[in-house]
């Protein structure tokens, strides 16, 4: 099914030779298929690169999380909670608590 441009599109500079180039391109099978298998690819690409962006965000937030923690059960610690009682009210394991306070 041929479509012939309209006589606006045939005035503007490049028109007619982009639609000629087009033509040749679909017109080539090997070709249309490369670019096919191209955009499939810079799709795969993106969305990669999404899912590491999105995995990268939680795994940050979850550290921050983490340091947030033990940076209150510090000032608890300091001001003479036990460590049980910041065990209970941070979640962190007695041991956990043991290793974080003997390394600061």
Known sequence: METELDDELKAEEGVSDM?????????D???RQLMEAREKNRDALKIIKNDSFTRGQKSGHKKGKIEGKAEVAQKMHAAGLSIEEI???????PAEL???FSCS
């Open 19 to 27: 639609v000629s180039e087009f033509k040749k391109i679909n017109a």
């Open 29 to 31: 099978a090997e070709k």
């Open 87 to 93: 065990s209970d009210l941070t979640g962190f394991t």
């Open 98 to 100: 043991q290793k974080l």
